[in-house]
């Protein structure tokens, strides 16, 4: 039987969250409710939307991974299914059971085999990566008192200013399960490609990207030049801590691969870092067409981007950069052949979305080129329950600390939670000489 989902009550403080958990059904037994919203097919037998959902997710699975390691992928045992309950949807989104070198991961598979072999193949790319802090742990406080996580910029301005920051530099929730979770599920992914194929790692850390934030609210009077160079250089200390983790993560998850993986870390927008610096050091809040037409200058394939999709504000800036990095990590020739296959949270599916649209432009202008894409998106296991009784597994957004409480009132400390889930990527490296 597959590990369990674990379910935690979201906290009411100063109480800690309640943590539970969902036993899924071994293989043939009837599909079943798990929760809100979330059903589990161990089979696919029944009729209807989950059952076709399911399947196609398995198909999907199948063909990708038995490209990717040259022979039949062993068969899915059944798939998780959300079921989108708002009024007048009917969506149906499936993860697909993938359990490989002890872990359990329900997997979203996107696109497919580039060529008619993965021995064509020179080189397969792994783009992976985590996100600073949490929406619990980076927070604004605005003039009238409210406390708002920086995150919630994404959704547009606050209508008041900004007067202070409050960020907790401890790890994250999010930034420990995604650098444990991602690498046990990317590391057997390169176990089973076959030997004669170049395996490289591209971690996006954000740097840059996670410092734009804040810029669109000094553009609008919300923040001043000195309260964003505190944030930039919060995200520029804590930037190689955390591509550390992900680079320790990685390593003694493949540690024992056959041969080398070749390690990157993405730094797409490192001019535009520098430059923003420099212009709040100066009590001056840069515009974004001043940051793009910067970015434009590096090469040709930023040039293309912003002529294709013009960013109108930082954060489509920042955006268009996580888009940059899967595209040039996928660039391939008849020369170079290559494939880059994203393994990350389901959240970034949009990133790869957008990436093959803006391919189908790009191959115009590289008609020698091409830039195969595809990802397996592994779901967490452990989800919350709001207060309204809603779902939610994107732990970046809904982070409920480090501590817990299990059924008998015992204290359960998350982060070991997640090392057991996944022990390939929490074994201790051993460093050579």
């Not at 985590?130 to 605005?142: D, E, P």
């Not at 910029?153 to 399960?177: I, K």
């Not at 109108?312 to 996928?330: C, E, G, I, K, N």
């Not at 949009?350 to 990436?355: G, L, S």
Request: proline share 9%; charged share 20%; aromatic share 6%.
């Amino acid at each position: 039987m597959s590990a369990p989902i674990y379910l935690l009550q979201q906290p009411s403080p100063p109480f800690p969250p309640q943590l539970s958990s969902i036993s899924l059904a071994p293989a043939g037994e009837p599909a079943h409710q798990l929760t809100d919203g979330w059903w589990h097919l161990p089979a696919l037998v029944e009729p209807g939307p989950l059952r076709r959902a399911a399947a196609r997710a398995v198909r999907r699975q199948q063909d990708l991974l038995g490209y990717l390691w040259d022979t039949d992928a062993p068969p899915a045992a059944g798939a998780l299914c959300e079921r989108d309950t708002r009024s007048g949807h009917d969506g149906v989104t499936a993860y697909s059971a993938l359990p490989l070198d002890g872990a359990d991961h329900h997997v979203f598979t996107a696109g497919g085999p580039p060529t008619p072999s993965v021995r064509d193949l020179q080189e397969v790319t792994i783009v992976s990566g985590v996100c600073h802090y949490s929406a619990r742990a980076a927070r604004l406080i605005t003039e009238s008192g409210r406390s708002v996580p920086i995150a919630h910029l994404r959704q547009g301005l606050l209508g008041e200013r900004v007067v202070a920051l409050r960020l907790d530099e401890s790890l994250a929730l999010p930034e420990e399960e995604t650098s444990l979770r991602l690498p046990s599920l990317g590391a057997s992914l390169m176990r089973r490609i076959p030997p004669g194929i170049d395996l490289t790692l591209l971690l996006d850390v954000p740097h840059t990207a996670t410092a734009l934030f804040l810029l669109q609210a000094a553009q609008h009077g919300e923040a001043c030049p000195q309260l964003v160079l505190d944030w930039c250089e919060a995200i520029t200390d804590r930037h190689p801590r955390l591509a550390l983790l992900q680079t320790e993560r990685w390593g003694a998850a493949t540690a024992d691969l056959r041969g080398p993986v070749h390690v990157r870390l993405a730094a797409e927008l490192e001019p535009v870092g520098g430059y923003l610096r420099h212009a709040l050091s100066r009590n001056r809040v840069p515009g974004t067409p001043e940051l793009v037409d910067l970015i434009a200058s590096q090469d040709r394939l930023w040039r293309l981007l912003v002529e294709f999709a013009p960013p109108q504000t930082p954060m489509d800036l920042a955006d268009l950069s996580y888009v940059a990095a899967l595209l040039r990590a996928a660039v391939s020739t008849p020369d170079a052949p290559r494939l880059a296959l994203a393994v990350d949270n389901i959240q970034e599916f949009k990133i790869q979305r957008r990436a093959h649209s803006l391919a189908r432009r790009l191959q115009h202008e590289f008609p020698n080129a091409r830039f195969p894409l595809a990802g397996l998106y592994p779901l967490g296991r452990l989800w919350i329950r709001d207060h309204e009784g809603s779902i939610r597994h994107n732990l970046h957004t809904s982070d409920p600390g480090r501590w817990a409480v299990d059924d008998q009132g015992h204290q359960v400390d998350l982060f070991e939670l997640m090392a057991e889930l996944y022990p390939a990527a929490s074994r201790t490296m051993v460093i050579g000489p």
